[in-house]
């Protein structure tokens, strides 16, 4: 039964597409898909309105509701504004997996099933291993390796969670569950895991900055957000959320502040973010809810800004460490005013999409009386300005002479950022017609004078302690140690001193235990070796009187 | 002053970054003064203070940069720490 064009399938055909053309064909398809796909995303009516028949379960490859439209409209258009960034300059197998990522993307939020769910969810793992690997750079294999291994067990967990829930409920159906049994952990396991939350966010900050400056842009998009919209259909309202959240948010801004690397501070913070939706998910009211979908779909737009910012600077310079970096702004003016934007709505400054979205989440702890969460995330408003706000822009832009003086963006480049700036700044001018998307009806004024003046309070005096500390922030040529340190080192000691004691546990066996075999070894080998007397071969004639003998013998035995 | 110094963009040279400190406080000043006239909601009292929202601000800025900096002691290592 078919009623609608599946988006996901749009797309896919599209990548597949993109690997088979070239030229200006191929252009207009990287361009012209992802608007086909919106158009479609818009057409998915409410309800079921595609299933298929699979090894005995009734599969529903599209559901449609205002949530999932609401991501696969950000997926669709997050797609078209990365394809415009990067079709002059990727390759054709980067925009081919890329567009294939996205496609399965959108497969996951019209999932209207456990089996469909994880289908896509493993097609996401192996698009995005592949755009990771698109690098070309011995870092980005090795890195693209660890991210695939982490994204295999995260999909087994989330399988193996599947299959318990359907013996136990007997359906397949995605409702909304709470973490009580083994199964039901198994798949909220298996869902933060893509959501990069502790103990194995090191993930994210270990893979996507070794993309290809287009490549990242896509990656900062799809996984995390695929994983909220999940969390938001699968647990809602489950309390461990709001825990894992804060501590995604502290970890972000933590590791952010002690980081070199640009793109590296923007993918601490894409952490940073995912955590104040997880933290909305655990909150589980229609507000909070309504706050991390709306958060979602701003930090999509804002975060691909950044990361194409970023991008810019790394294309035209190859270079992305803070401390090679700095003075941008006087030769890439463009591309400095985009990521200032972007850093801006990150930090949820009045006036942009950051404000008037991440506010309902801040509300929704407010409504359900949760003082501490409040005060919490007030602190990481602050923080989030103070990591990706101020530093990731001056450091880039600003800070010292580094001497560069690259071109600004080229001009698709250039297009795709001022667009997304513009959709930036028009979510937090006028928030109403994006509220009235959300997936609950939405009566709330961001734009109370009080609240403006107390969040302009709080970050305004971030920002003055940025400046004030900023001789505390002097960058370092430094990594700093996360939990990836127990399987890219730990893990590593512990094989290697595995193999040396079984080798030297070989070697002394070996030594001590073979020479007492050593009587058995030489007899049998008297018996049984080259000219043993089992194994020497015989002329034909004795060959001959044995059997001869043995006949008779079989006759005699035979009559007696 | 040293003439490279005056040569370069405007937006750098120390004139314009004293003029930009100096307005910089003055807006911090203001978003604290325009409190007496607009009244920002205390949902749990001491946030409706005078002030709450700056001071909060900068004292958690503050607490995060410490915090990185002494966790950056223990878990900084060389770039080139993983290469294998």
């Known amino acids: 039964m078919t009623e609608v064009l599946p988006p996901a399938l749009i797309l896919l055909t599209a990548a597949m597409l993109i690997g088979l053309t070239r030229g200006h064909f191929r252009s207009a398809i990287v361009l012209l898909s992802p608007l086909v796909t919106l158009w479609a995303v818009w057409q998915v009516p409410d309800g079921v ?59 996951v939020a019209f999932a209207g099933d456990l089996i469909t769910l994880f289908i896509f969810w493993e097609a996401m793992a192996i698009f995005s291993t592949a755009v990771v690997w698109c690098g070309g750079t011995p870092m980005a294999g090795r890195a693209g390796k660890r991210y695939a291994i982490m994204h295999v067990i995260g999909g087994v967990i989330l399988m193996v969670g599947i299959a318990g829930v359907t013996v136990h409920t007997g359906s397949i159906e995605i409702h909304a569950m709470r973490a009580v049994d083994i199964s039901s952990w198994m798949i909220l396991v298996g869902l933060l895991i893509n959501a990069a939350a502790p103990p194995v966010s090191a993930w994210l900050s270990d893979a996507y900055p070794e ?20 969390l938001i259909l699968l647990f809602p309202g489950e309390p461990v959320l709001i825990g ?8 972000g801004i933590i ?25 909305a998910i655990g909150i589980g009211t229609q507000l909070a809810l309504n706050g991390a979908a709306a958060h979602a779909f701003a930090h999509i737009i804002y975060k691909g800004l950044l990361f194409m910012s970023a991008g810019v600077v790394l294309y035209r ?20 005013v985009c990521g200032i934007i972007g850093a801006l709505s990150i930090s949820s400054f009045p006036l942009t999409s950051g404000f008037t979205t991440k506010a309902l989440i801040s509300e929704a702890a407010l409504a359900e009386g949760l003082a501490v969460i409040y005060f919490l995330l007030a602190a990481a408003s602050a923080g989030v300005f103070l990591h990706a706000g101020i530093k990731f822009p ?87 140690l996360d939990t990836d340190w127990l399987w890219r080192i730990c893990l590593r000691l512990l094989a290697n001193t595995l ?27 008297r018996h049984w070796g080259d000219q043993g007397v089992f194994a020497r071969s015989w002329t034909i004639g004795t060959t001959a009187i044995w059997i001869s003998v043995l006949l008779s013998g079989y006759v005699l035995l035979y009559y007696i | 002053m040293s003439v490279e110094r005056e040569n370069d963009h405007w937006l750098v ?72």
């Not at chain 1, 991501?71 to 797609?79: E, G, K, Q, V």
């Not at chain 1, 004078?449 to 922030?473: E, H, N, W």
């Not at chain 1, 001590?512 to 007899?523: G, K, L």
């Not at chain 2, 003029?19 to 978003?31: E, G, K, Q, R």
């Open chain 1, 317 to 336: 310079t190859g270079k992305r460490k803070c401390t090679d970096l700095g003075g941008l702004f006087r030769t890439m003016p463009l591309t400095c």
């Open chain 1, 255 to 279: 590791y952010a502040l002690l980081e070199n690397d640009a793109r590296r501070i923007l993918a601490y913070s894409i952490v940073n973010q995912v955590g104040f939706m997880v933290c």
């Open chain 1, 49 to 107: 309105s595609m299933t298929v028949d699979f090894i005995g379960y009734q599969l529903e490859p599209v559901e449609g509701s205002a949530l999932r439209r609401l991501f696969a409209m950000i997926f669709s258009l997050m797609t078209f504004v990365g394809g415009l960034y990067a079709f002059r300059h990727a390759s054709a197998l980067e925009l081919a997996v890329s567009y294939a990522y996205a496609a399965s993307a959108l497969g």
């Open chain 1, 244 to 251: 894992i959240g804060i501590y995604m948010i502290f970890y």
């Open chain 1, 211 to 230: 993309a290809t400056s287009t490549g990242a842009v896509f990656l900062s998009a799809f996984t995390t957000k695929t994983a909220v919209l999940a």
């Open chain 1, 394 to 480: 001056w450091f880039v832009f600003f800070q010292k002479d580094s001497g560069l003086r690259p071109k600004d963006a080229p001009w698709n480049m250039a297009l795709a950022m001022v667009l997304f700036a513009l959709i930036c700044i028009g979510l937090g001018v006028f928030p109403q017609p994006f509220y009235a998307l959300l997936p609950y009806p939405v009566e709330y004024d961001a734009y109370a004078l009080g609240k403006v003046l107390f969040y302009l309070q709080l970050l305004l005096f971030s920002g003055l302690a940025f400046f004030l500390l900023l001789p505390a922030m002097k960058r370092t040529l430094t990594i700093t």
């Open chain 1, 499 to 525: 193999l040396v004691t079984m080798t030297a546990a070989n070697e002394a066996f070996s030594r001590s235990t073979w020479p007492r075999f050593d009587t058995m070894r030489t007899w049998a080998r």
């Open chain 2, 13 to 84: 040279r120390p004139r314009t970054i004293r003029w930009l400190w100096i307005a910089f406080s003055a807006v911090l000043a203001l978003v604290v003064i325009l409190q007496f006239g607009i009244k920002v909601k205390g949902y749990f009292g001491i946030d409706g203070w005078l002030g709450f929202g700056a001071v909060f601000g900068f004292l958690c800025c503050v607490g995060m940069v410490l915090m990185a900096k002494g966790l950056g002691q223990f878990l900084k290592r060389e770039e080139n720490f993983y290469d294998d």
